[in-house]
């Protein structure tokens, strides 16, 4: 049975970093992307940066490039997301999530495995 755990959403200010951790556990093998996604009140979730396991590529939505950075931590079997020079637009409910055997999809509907999701609110 896979589960995603994520943590580290708070409040901060415009400009401040943070950190969202999303810890895995039951995926088996390497075949499999991890990624987060966000989502507002009344918006569909949007695909923010993806992971693939096997050899850690990754990809980004055009919003997050340049200032997020995914990555993962094969002891632990984290996925981390960094988030610098976060703006009151990055605030959202932000989601870990798994899909396997698919390499880095963007598409919410192709990803098998959802966390419950971590509060990230940043003020102006």
């Known amino acids: 049975q896979v589960q995603l755990v994520e943590s580290g959403g708070r409040l901060v200010q415009a400009g401040d970093s943070l950190r969202l951790s999303c810890a895995a556990s039951?995926?088996?093998?390497?075949?499999?992307?991890m990624a987060w996604f966000r989502q507002t009140p009344g918006r569909e979730r949007a695909f923010v940066a993806a992971?693939?396991?096997?050899?850690?590529?990754?990809t980004y939505s055009d919003s997050a490039k340049g200032r997020f950075t995914i990555s993962r931590d094969n002891a632990k079997n984290t996925v981390l997301l960094q988030m610098n020079s976060l703006k009151p637009e990055d605030t959202a409910l932000y989601y870990c999530?798994?899909?396997?055997?698919?390499?880095?999809?963007?598409?919410?509907?192709?990803?098998?495995?959802w966390g419950q999701g971590t509060q990230v609110t940043v003020s102006s």
């Open positions: 999530t798994a899909s396997l055997f698919r390499r880095l999809p963007t598409q919410a509907d192709l990803y098998n495995y």
């Open positions: 039951g995926l088996i093998g390497s075949e499999y992307s």
């Open positions: 992971i693939w396991w096997m050899d850690a590529a990754t």
